[in-house]
């Protein structure tokens, strides 16, 4: 069983949509829940990041985080072309171990 | 020069040659990072330096040698790699709170 199960996609959106990604994982010890973008020929940038459960926001985005179901989202609002990239979740229980999905490749339609 | 830079950004070597990656971060973060990224397949980490010293190997094949000479800069040195081992590369380096991992842009490997 893979550490973190994100699907992979490919989601395609029309402007203005809501998106919803998701990811699960096996590893009840995981406490910090990190969302990256990557753009084509770039590297992962930081999103958001959640410790523990609970809802975090910033701008457009929202992260959620459900330890008992082990459960993360990342909610894009009025999703936008520029939005267009693979989404990758990533987690960790110590710090120095992180553990990423396969990422979930997203087109924002204009 | 900005945040993490890796070069070159494009590699290709045959499976007896040597060559060594480059990464260098202007950040003033204590922790650094290899990652491979395969195609369909999660990152997967490969080493970690905090201030200089090798905390965690993911059982990485010895064909990769890491090397941290001060906590700015990271190379990762090949030889004798196999096409499987053809992915991105990616350096990324951290601040003491370890969640907020910021990445280069990463070397492309093809090894023929």
């Known amino acids: 069983q893979k550490e973190v199960e994100q699907d992979p996609g490919p989601l395609s959106v029309p402007e203005g949509a809501i998106v919803s990604l998701n990811c699960t994982y096996s590893?009840?010890?995981?406490?910090?829940f990190m969302w990256y973008r990557q753009y084509s020929r770039k590297g992962p940038e930081l999103l958001m990041y959640?410790?523990?459960?609970g809802n975090k926001e910033d701008g457009r985005f929202t992260a959620q985080v459900d330890k008992s179901s082990k459960y993360i989202s990342l909610f894009i609002r009025d999703s936008q072309p520029s939005d267009s990239a693979t989404y990758l979740c990533?987690?960790?229980?110590?710090?120095?171990?992180?553990?990423f999905g396969t990422g979930t490749s997203l087109t924002v339609i204009p | 020069e900005t945040g993490v830079t890796q070069t070159p950004r494009h590699l290709v070597m045959g499976m007896t040659n040597k060559k060594s990656l480059k990464c260098e971060q202007h950040?003033?973060?204590?922790?650094m990072y290899w990652y491979k990224q395969s195609a369909k397949k999660p990152l997967e980490l490969m080493f970690v330096?905090?201030?200089?010293?090798?905390?965690e190997n993911n059982s990485v094949p010895s064909r990769f040698s890491p090397e941290c000479p001060n906590s700015s800069h990271l190379f990762l040195h090949l030889h004798t790699l196999q096409p499987e081992d053809s992915a991105l590369y990616l350096c990324?380096?951290?601040?003491?709170?370890?969640?907020?991992?910021?990445f280069g842009p990463g070397t492309r490997l093809t090894v023929t």
């Open positions: 990324a380096s951290s601040p003491p709170r370890a969640y907020e991992q910021y």
């Open positions: 990533a987690m960790s229980d110590t710090g120095n171990q992180f553990y």
């Open positions: 330096y905090n201030f200089k010293e090798q905390t």
């Open positions: 590893n009840s010890a995981f406490q910090y």
């Open positions: 959640t410790y523990s459960s």
């Open positions: 950040l003033g973060h204590n922790a």
